[in-house]
């Protein structure tokens, strides 16, 4: 579990993991009766036992051997249908829950912070919402599929007191000694099982962290490198996969084991019981028969327990995820309009090792676009993100028309804005698809007008399928400039009046460069714009250029200005003049 991720007390994952049910009480309460009949079965089939010996084969009883041949088809035709029906109803209400479940992590995945989704790795995400949860599946079949077992094992023994109190006193003595290797093992199975499913979110971080970069891995020559540490994670994970594995296997022998004791002695004392002719054959038989039948139920005991304690260590992940609180929240019923200024005040930020911004001062006016530049490092994406409260500042406050916009609802601050990155990400959709994501409602007309003035409708064209082409289709196809371009078409389809640009062109050669510019320029049009430039070049036009240094402002102007005062930004345009000479 991430060490961000607190631990639960087990008792509270299970009473939390129990409230799960709560809207499938019904169909439990079905599926418990059809339990109990299912849990009658196996004494009835003692007594049937019993009846043959006794009554049929020593007494040639002619009318009883017709009655329970019959009887005997009906029991197993019965006991066959109440199987079924309850596997149904318990996988499905399993299933249920499970889905429920997994929806809800989903949902609150979604909900946590940047800055949380930063820190975490992207295939222990993935792996705490699949692998968890589908341990947790596993375990909660295995429960509600075994949940018959200590009923029957009740009807074994009241069955088994009711043929011959005494034997029955002698053989299931034993039985309080099976909760020793039950409780003994319990602690370890949790924790083993908890160290497997760590191992296993490590293993699928490693590996989605590999595939991703596979590109470098190969190009520096480093798949032994690589391969070494993926085998290091993996035999980790093999190992805590053994302990837990021990862990979940060894009460069931030791249970037999004990079992096995109690039926040494029902023989001994049941065979000298007939010898002296105090019990009939047939009784003794009927009773081993009973204790025999017992050894299914008994570890199924162990099974269950042993499957609580898995899904216990399941629940205690997701349910600390789960209770993992995002670092960006909205109570605000206030719905935000487009602003017609927006205005850093005195904002501060500290990721926790230092400031990041530090008393930044910044007022951008409607319709303006606005500049920022700077080195590395000086806190120029980090103003973007509090712009759009994608994190809140640590002192200050960020406003829209004088309003703090923690005070405004999140949502409604978010469908004011629209995002081009430096790294373009579509989805595994349709080009149309990824188009709408931001404006779902769109017609295909405004599709095509934002792909025209994102200067990507020519390539799309050419595509197999035009905007119903999948982009998973293409794999790595499709170039730099091309993505970029749909993700402008993205922004400009979604029409917010706000627009955020995150070195959208730092990473682009010369000719793809100039179209994304184009498309940009067509963009920007009649939209408060803030923009990171990487390449000083594309902002000259910019209403007002802001220079950071050290997470604050340093120098503010238009382009002509900053480089007639000689100071920082002159300095930044010159390095760049100077690497291009």
């Known amino acids: 579990m991430p060490a961000d991720v607190p631990a639960l007390p087990p008792r509270t994952a299970a009473r939390r993991l129990m409230e799960l049910f709560r809207p499938y009480w019904g169909h439990l309460a079905l599926a418990l009766v059809l339990a109990l009949v299912g849990a009658s079965l196996p004494a009835l089939l003692v007594y049937v036992i019993q009846h043959v010996l006794d009554d049929v084969l020593i007494r040639h009883d002619a009318v009883a051997l017709g009655l329970l ?342 949502a409604s601050v978010r469908a004011q804005v629209a995002v081009v990155t430096q790294e373009p990400f579509l989805f595994d959709d349709t080009v149309a698809g990824n188009l709408r994501f931001g404006r779902p409602d769109a017609t295909d007309e405004e599709v095509r007008a934002a792909a025209e003035a994102a200067n990507a409708h020519a390539f799309i064209a050419t595509l197999p399928n035009g905007y119903a082409t999948r982009i998973d289709e293409l794999g790595m196809r499709l170039s730099g400039g091309q993505r970029q371009r749909l993700c402008i078409a993205r922004a400009l389809l979604r029409g917010a009046p706000v627009l955020l640009l995150d070195e959208a062109t730092s990473n682009l050669d010369a000719e793809s460069e100039a179209l994304v510019q184009d498309a940009l320029e067509r963009l920007m049009v009649g939209r408060t714009t803030l923009v990171v430039a990487h390449r000083l070049s594309t902002i000259r036009d910019a209403d007002l250029i802001v220079v950071f240094a050290d997470g604050r402002i340093v120098e503010r102007g238009r382009h002509a200005d900053l480089l007639a005062a000689g100071g920082e930004y002159a300095r930044l345009v010159a390095r760049q003049t100077g690497e291009r000479a």
């Open 69 to 410: 041949a019959p009887g005997v088809v009906v029991l197993y035709a019965v006991n066959g249908a109440t199987t079924v029906a309850r596997a149904s109803l318990n996988r499905g209400v399993a299933w249920r829950v499970v889905t429920d479940l997994r929806n809800r992590l989903h949902a609150h995945l979604l909900r946590l912070d940047v800055a949380w989704h930063q820190r975490t790795p992207l295939g222990e995400r993935v792996s705490r919402l699949t692998g968890d949860v589908n341990n947790l599946q596993y375990a909660l079949f295995g429960i509600v599929g075994a949940i018959q077992k200590p009923f029957t094992l009740l009807g074994l023994v009241t069955t088994a007191f009711f043929l011959n109190p005494k034997l029955a006193a002698v053989a299931l003595a034993v039985l309080p000694l099976i909760a020793l290797p039950i409780d003994r093992f319990s602690a370890w199975l949790r924790r083993s099982s908890r160290d497997s499913l760590d191992a296993a979110a490590r293993l699928s971080g490693d590996a989605q962290e590999t595939l991703a970069g596979i590109r470098v891995v190969q190009v520096f020559g480093g798949e032994p490198t690589r391969q070494k540490a993926f085998e290091a994670v993996n035999e980790a994970h093999y190992a805590a996969q053994v302990r837990a594995l021990t862990a979940q296997i060894l009460p069931g022998p030791i249970v037999e084991l004990l079992a096995a004791v109690g039926v040494g002695a029902a023989i001994a004392v049941g065979g000298r019981q007939v010898f002296a002719g105090e019990i009939a054959p047939g009784e003794l038989i009927g009773f081993l028969v009973a204790l025999g039948l017992m050894n299914e139920p008994l570890k199924g005991l162990a099974q269950i327990h042993a499957l609580v304690q898995r899904a216990l260590a399941a629940a205690e992940s997701v349910f600390g995820l789960l209770d993992e609180p995002p670092a960006v929240t909205s109570t605000a019923t206030r719905r935000a309009v487009p602003p017609q200024q927006i205005t850093f005040d005195h904002v501060g930020f500290d990721y926790g090792d230092g400031d990041v911004l530090g008393g930044v001062e910044l007022t951008v006016a409607a319709g303006q676009r606005v500049a920022i530049v700077g080195r590395s490092g000086a806190g120029k994406s980090t103003l973007l993100a509090l712009a759009c409260r994608l994190r809140d500042p640590t002192g200050g406050a960020v406003r829209w028309d004088g309003v703090d916009l923690r005070d405004l609802d999140l």
